[in-house]
């Protein structure tokens, strides 16, 4: 028995409105995996680099066979959390059996994580991830539940986005604060700093999911691996958006991978880079409301085209003049991080696919498809920290000398992202063209539609 697809009309008219409180509390239960996310891009590929058990040039794999992984796991999940029955409150309950395996391996990596031998940090690593990905793949798909307009998803997501950048705050001055007050504090230090954060964020989290209305998963048998790939593939605006959250997240994980080196060799403020951090994240605070107001006026695509070339023109102007002094560095962390919102846009531009999605192949898949759009975000920020690394070692750059390479990681750090956002301006701009295209999404594949036929 094949899942009954509403169209989008129907679902508008019989799911209720969205109230603040359902709002503020969807935001809440973010918490924790918005909290975890940055540390591996921004804290733990020096941190490891600097135990010095691994080679410099096998962090970059190190991440790299991780995300590899998630390749695997991360549609699996989608598919469970999509189609196993657990009623009403199955995003719930899967995201309550994900926090205490996040906790204890949070735990390991920052107290041990620098001291492990490759294969035993993989391994650590491996399962944080699968973990980690449960938690958010269930979130997400449950706020796809709640929306009823292109405009209920760009709120929704957005304030998810707002109250991320309000923990990210609070969590990078943690870091920022200890190494203030306890000069020549270790980078070890400074993450284990950020990541207790996430005790605070566990039990706000917990309350927020009682507040959020439950939505039942019509769990069925679905149409088997050959149709849902053939689903995915036949739906160009789907497959553009996934190249755009691809690209996003390379040019975020360039920045953020190679930061902290940027802020060292070329900025000298290595005793200030937490500072920065913390910078970036206040302007990431202040924007996101704005660009969400925007998004929801002048549409998502042109919002993210533009916070792209923003950073990349900003990125740019520092080859000619470098920011000079902390005062001039905050400055600029300031505005780096006002367009550092782009999971803003690709989150709430899938929760408006997923109806024309459910349309086309007969079953909503919002799980499975916010599954993979979170497996192009790893691949990106993985690829990014792999080439960031194997370039860094090409041009001969040591952590504990950066100095002597200063300006090709300045060039990297600068031209990287910039390369990738100019690729992803691309993209969007075909996928508004195949939206704009009049039956865009809106025809049903009669494969698709015999293969979810009932029985």
């Known amino acids: 028995m094949a899942t009954t ?12 409105a969205l109230r603040p409180r359902t709002v503020a509390a969807y935001a809440a239960t973010a918490g924790p995996t918005v909290i975890l996310g940055l540390p591996f891009s921004v804290y733990l590929p020096p941190y490891i680099a600097a135990g010095g058990v691994i080679p410099i040039a096998l962090v970059g794999l190190l991440f790299s066979l991780t995300t590899i992984w998630d390749g695997v796991v991360d549609p699996l999940i989608g598919t469970m959390v999509d189609r196993v029955r657990t009623g009403l409150g199955a995003h719930r309950r899967w995201m309550l059996l994900a926090i205490m395996p996040l906790a204890l391996l949070l735990l390991a990596l920052v107290t041990v994580g620098d001291a492990l031998p490759f294969a035993a940090l993989f391994l650590m690593m491996v399962l944080f991830y699968s973990s980690y990905s449960l938690y958010e793949v269930a979130q997400l798909s449950w706020g796809s539940a709640l929306v009823r307009t292109p405009a209920d998803s760009a709120l929704l997501y957005g304030m998810r986005d707002w109250f991320a950048k309000i923990a990210l705050i609070l969590a990078f001055a943690a870091p920022a604060a200890a190494q203030l007050l306890i000069p020549g504090i270790s980078l070890q230090g400074r993450i284990m700093a950020y990541a207790s954060l996430f005790l605070l964020m566990v039990p ?18 679905g149409i088997g691996w050959r149709h849902e790939i053939r689903a995915s593939l036949s739906f160009p605006p789907l497959m553009l958006l996934f190249g755009v959250q691809f ?6 994980g360039s920045l953020t991978s190679l930061f902290v080196f940027f802020a060292a060799a070329v900025l000298d403020l290595d005793a200030q880079s937490a500072v920065l951090l913390f910078a970036s994240f ?20 042109p919002m993210m085209m533009a916070m792209g070339l923003l950073i990349s023109s900003l990125l740019v102007a520092t080859l000619a003049q470098e920011p000079r002094g902390l005062a001039q560095a905050v400055g600029f962390s300031l505005m780096l991080g006002t367009g550092f919102v782009g999971l803003l846009f690709t989150y709430s531009m899938l929760a408006d696919l997923i109806p024309q999605d459910a349309g086309r192949c007969g079953r909503n898949r919002s799980a499975f498809l916010f599954a ?33 390479a200063a300006r090709e990681l300045h060039l990297l750090f600068a031209l990287q992202p910039t390369v990738s956002w100019i690729v992803m301006v691309g993209l969007l701009l075909l996928m508004q063209r195949e939206l704009a295209r009049p039956s865009a999404g809106r025809d049903t594949d009669p494969a698709l539609a015999i293969a979810a036929a009932p029985k």
């Open 5 to 16: 697809v509403l169209p989008p009309a129907a679902k508008a008219s019989e799911t209720p």
């Open 204 to 221: 706000i989290a917990l309350f927020a999911i009682r507040l959020v209305p439950p939505r039942a998963v019509v769990a069925e048998p």
């Open 247 to 252: 690209l996003n997240s390379f040019a975020f």
């Open 282 to 301: 206040i302007g990431g605070a202040f924007a996101s409301p704005v660009w969400t107001f925007l998004a929801r006026r002048f549409g998502k695509p």
């Open 372 to 404: 993979l759009l979170n497996l192009m975000q790893k691949f990106g920020v993985a690829a990014a920290i792999a080439v960031s690394y194997i370039l860094l070692d090409l041009v001969g750059f040591d952590p504990q000398n950066g100095k002597a």
